[in-house]
């Protein structure tokens, strides 16, 4: 009897898709997906924050006018606004009922993620905005 428990365990543990729970998966994926986390841009809970302080020089006073480079919240936006961001397939979008331009110089990094990826990641992401 030990044997056969024994044997069906090992071809669970040898053919069994669920190592890690989706949860578990998706936080993998917030933190890390590929060599950078989104929690390095849009903090813990993808509120949004300050990625960078610098300054600039008005060309006519010549003076130096301190800037920010922010990251926007992405723990409450759309699924398609979503996805379009990461997957920068389409050239207009609406986001937050506004309509964005792609463009191929944003600093977003393109983590070409499958679908499957970025709809965990999507519900985690949406998940976090209630353990604020």
Same mark, same amino acid.
């Given at each position: 009897?030990?044997?056969?428990f ?6 669970h543990?040898?053919?069994g898709?669920?190592? %890690?729970?989706?949860k578990? =998966?998706?936080?993998?994926? =917030?933190?890390?997906?590929?060599? %950078? @986390? ?7 809970n993808?509120? @949004?924050?300050?990625?960078?302080? =610098?300054k600039?020089?008005?060309? +006519?006073?010549k003076?130096?006018?301190? +800037? ?5 919240? %992405?723990?409450?936006v759309?699924?398609?606004c979503? +996805?379009?961001?990461? +997957? ?14 792609t ?18 990641? =999507? ?10």
């Amino acid at each position: 009897m030990k044997i056969v428990f024994v044997f069906f365990a090992f071809l669970h543990f040898c053919f069994g898709t669920d190592f %890690i729970t989706k949860k578990e =998966y998706a936080k993998m994926l =917030y933190s890390n997906p590929r060599g %950078i @986390g989104c929690n390095l841009c849009h903090g813990q809970n993808g509120e @949004g924050m300050v990625i960078a302080k =610098y300054k600039t020089q008005d060309k +006519k006073t010549k003076q130096l006018i301190p +800037k920010e480079l922010t990251s926007p919240s %992405i723990n409450d936006v759309e699924f398609d606004c979503f +996805k379009n961001t990461l +997957k920068k397939t389409s050239l207009n979008f609406i986001c937050k009922g506004v309509v964005k331009k792609t463009r191929s110089d944003s600093i977003m990094p393109s983590y070409f993620l499958t679908d499957d990826e970025i709809k965990i990641l =999507y519900e985690y992401v949406v998940n976090l905005k209630d353990k604020k």
